[in-house]
């Protein structure tokens, strides 16, 4: 190995996502307090600035981001790490100047200045992959998907510049980089990490076919600003063709332990519902209510990436922890998805309902996140 590489402890890699997902949980707690009806003022769309980029960058890319360099490389050189902590300070920086000014001199800049440096990082990290060359290619996809993505950021500015802020367009901006990033990037890397602990042999023809599946599935972004039945055409076959490669890798998955097996049938759920999207009367349906399309970023985020996640941290999670986390998640979903009778069963408005579970939510995440990081403080 040579000699300016270092194999960081996994511990220094885990540290920055594990703490900011506690910030974001908190964060997004603070939002849904907002809904009940208190009389507490504070700028709303600075913090739902702040929320959505800590959970998104400061917390899920960080934390696949890490696992990609334990499972793919012989370790994080020197440079490289000091990148990935100015990454950090980078998304600091971004948290303080949302909350403080929204979208504006600061938070761009900064925003901006956490994506250049996530390029050079990215682009060192592709030259020092190793492996299955096809779960590297899988690796590589969401490396190009990820500077796809960044593509809507950029477009943006020239947006607002043209007085284009009310478009479809500037909407559609949005979606292109949450879809690249959430379906593209995180989706990819999740697979490979999941693949390599299977026997699957996966094929360059199934590379191909995740990666045009995953750019047809942005048709259902396109639901949100326009209507043409071209647009549920190439969603549902992207959805359909993905859900049946998926489908292949399933006797590989079988053989895993129970967590890594429940993550698995959760994918194929997303799959599923990807699929359900396709069809126009579903389609109108979550386009119309703003709930649902809360309950399936939610779902993406809670219900498939943080087990997956918590799947991986070299922690023994109860069962108790994995049953209340499973059960909140469903619980929230179900009260996004049915608010008007759920609301009525329990016998409380919507938006309280909501504030417990997210409350709940929120303890477990910091139990399950503040437990690891205390341990390895203490086993130092």
Not at 24 to 30: D, K, R, T
Not at 204 to 217: A, E, F, N, P
Not at 287 to 296: C, D, E, P, T
Not at 336 to 363: A, G, H, R, T
Request: aromatic share 18%; proline share 2%; net charge positive.
């Amino acid at each position: 190995m040579k000699a300016n590489t270092v194999i960081t402890s996994v511990n220094k890699l885990w540290k920055h996502p594990l703490l900011f997902g506690i910030i974001g949980a908190f964060i997004g707690l603070v939002l849904r307090y907002a809904f009940t009806g208190s009389s507490i003022a504070f700028p709303f769309k600075n913090i739902l600035h702040a929320h959505s980029h800590v959970m998104l960058l400061g917390f899920l890319f960080n934390a696949l981001l890490a696992l990609i360099w334990i499972k793919f490389t012989s370790g994080i050189d020197r440079i490289s790490y000091k990148l990935y902590v100015a990454l950090q300070l980078g998304m600091a920086l971004m948290i303080v100047a949302f909350i403080m000014q929204g979208y504006a001199l600061y938070s761009i800049l900064f925003s901006t200045l956490h994506l250049w440096l996530s390029y050079i990082l990215l682009i060192r990290l592709w030259k020092r992959l190793k492996g299955n060359k096809f779960l590297i290619q899988l690796v590589k996809v969401g490396i190009v998907f990820h500077f796809i993505s960044s593509l809507g950021p950029y477009a943006l500015g020239p947006l607002m510049v043209m007085d284009m802020k009310e478009s479809p367009w500037y909407q559609q901006a949005i979606f292109f980089y949450l879809h690249f990033q959430f379906l593209g990037l995180f989706f990819t890397w999740m697979l490979a990490v999941l693949l390599q602990k299977t026997t699957v042999i996966l094929t360059k023809k199934q590379v191909v076919g995740i990666c045009i599946s995953l750019v047809l599935l942005y048709a259902h972004s396109l639901d949100y600003s326009f209507d043409h039945w071209l647009i549920q055409l190439f969603g549902g076959f992207g959805s359909i063709f993905l859900f049946l490669i998926l489908l292949k890798f399933k006797d590989g998955f079988l053989k895993l332990e129970r967590r890594f097996k429940m993550i698995y049938y959760i994918i194929l759920i997303v799959a599923i519902i990807n699929i359900l999207g396709s069809i126009p009367v579903v389609a109108k349906l979550v386009v119309n209510n703003h709930f649902m399309l809360i309950a399936w970023l939610h779902f993406l985020f809670l219900g498939m990436y943080v087990p997956f996640i918590w799947a991986f941290l070299k922690q023994k999670i109860s069962i108790t922890i994995w049953l209340l986390y499973g059960f909140t998640v469903i619980l929230s979903e179900a009260v996004l998805v049915f608010p008007n009778e759920l609301s009525q069963w329990f016998s409380i408005s919507i938006m309280w309902l909501l504030f417990i579970i997210y409350l709940s939510m929120f303890l477990i995440i910091t139990t399950v996140h503040s437990s690891y990081l205390f341990s390895r403080i203490n086993t130092k």
